[in-house]
T-cell receptor, first 112, second 115 residues
Framework: SQQGEEDPQALSIQEGENATMNCSYK?????LQWYRQNSGRGLVHLIL?????REKHSGRLRVTLDTSKKSSSLLITASRAADTASYFC????????????FGTGTRLQVFP | NAGVTQTPKFQVLKTGQSMTLQCAQD?????MSWYRQDPGMGLRLIHY???????DQGEVPNGYNVSRSTTEDFPLRLLSAAPSQTSVYFC??????????????FGPGTRLTVL
């Protein structure tokens, strides 16, 4: 069964706008990660946030984690056409330290 | 470093045929895994390995076998291909002791079609 579910499923914005994607999960986690997948390519790791962290930044990316609500958000600021991709959250569970469970993804389209 | 490599990139099989998807990494990672990606389903874990000689099942292991004789290689075998195994397959690896839950490095994928 899927652990994480992203919302929205698809998002279209103009260059320069901010993009926000949300991820909800069901059980306790050790960490939560975000990955990007360009069309026809493998996944690329973006950022990892641990369960004892609330916010993390990396360049134009900002990730928040609310363990009480079992949710996370990924904010991409000042988006570019090159940000067009699918974005997945993945959770590493406390009870399953050898497994990473992926959500269904958000398809982001950034128009020039 | 080449990172994680997968071969072939594309494959078409007939129902009942068997084949092996190859995966190799040159980062000396202990943890390796196989996922399949289907439209609207995200990635689902098939099998994983925490080190040479050790493998375990993921969410959707039926119809697949794996072995890990070396740290570098983690082949995925389809025993008797079925149309339901049409998918894109990704291999991934990770370095740390919490390998399965830390940053994963993905290969470029193998697109498999079973007729």
């Amino acid at each position: 069964s899927q652990q994480g579910e992203e919302d929205p499923q698809a998002l279209s914005i103009q260059e320069g706008e901010n993009a926000t994607m949300n991820c909800s999960y069901k059980t306790s986690i050790n960490n939560l990660q975000w990955y990007r997948q360009n069309s026809g390519r493998g996944l690329v790791h973006l950022i990892l946030i641990r369960s004892n962290e609330r916010e993390k930044h990396s360049g134009r990316l900002r990730v928040t984690l609310d363990t009480s609500k079992k949710s996370s958000s990924l904010l991409i600021t000042a988006s570019r056409a090159a940000d067009t991709a699918s974005y997945f959250c993945a959770t590493g569970g406390r009870g399953n330290t050898d497994k990473l469970i992926f959500g269904t993804g958000t398809r982001l389209q950034v128009f020039p | 470093n080449a990172g994680v490599t997968q071969t072939p990139k594309f494959q078409v099989l007939k129902t009942g045929q068997s084949m092996t998807l190859q995966c190799a990494q040159d980062m000396n990672h202990e943890y390796m895994s196989w996922y399949r990606q289907d439209p609207g389903m995200g990635l689902r874990l098939i099998h994983y390995s925490v080190g040479a000689g050790i493998t375990d099942q993921g969410e959707v292991p039926n119809g697949y076998n794996v072995s890990r004789s070396t740290t570098e290689d983690f082949p995925l075998r389809l025993l008797s291909a079925a149309p339901s195994q049409t998918s894109v397959y990704f291999c991934a690896s990770s370095n740390t002791g919490a390998g399965g839950t830390d940053t994963q490095y993905f290969g470029p994928g193998t697109r498999l079609t079973v007729l």
